[in-house]
C-alpha cells in the first residue's frame, strides 16, 4: 500500500472546548478499536488487514460506528443542549 508521507500538510491546534475535546477522544477510541477495516504495518514492510492477522472476522467497523453516532446526533439536534444555547454551540460560556 502507497502512503502519502511527503505531499501531505499536518496542522496542529488547541481544542479548548470541553465537549468539543469529549467528542474528538470518542471519534479517536472508535478509530484505534477499528479492528474490521484497519490494516497493520508488518515486520517485513508489508501491510495485512486486521482481520486476516486475528484470524477472525472484525466486530468494529469506524464508519457504521460513526454513521450511527451522526444519526442519533441528528435525531437530538433540535433539544437544546443548555439553557439559553443554541443548539449548534460547542461554547461553554454560552
Do not use: C, Y
Request: aromatic share 4%; proline share 5%; hydrophobic share 35%.
Amino acid at each position: 500500500m502507497d502512503r502519502n508521507l511527503d505531499r501531505r500538510v499536518e496542522a496542529v491546534v488547541p481544542v479548548e472546548d470541553g465537549e468539543a475535546r469529549h467528542r474528538l477522544a470518542s471519534i479517536i477510541e472508535v478509530l484505534l478499536a477499528d479492528d474490521r477495516r484497519s490494516w497493520q504495518l508488518l515486520p517485513d514492510g508489508t501491510w495485512k488487514r486486521t482481520e486476516e492477522i486475528e484470524g477472525r472476522e472484525g466486530t468494529i467497523d469506524t464508519f457504521e460506528v460513526m454513521k450511527e453516532t451522526a444519526i442519533e446526533m441528528a435525531d437530538q439536534a433540535h433539544l437544546p443542549r443548555r439553557p439559553h444555547a443554541g443548539a449548534g454551540s460547542l461554547d461553554p460560556r454560552a
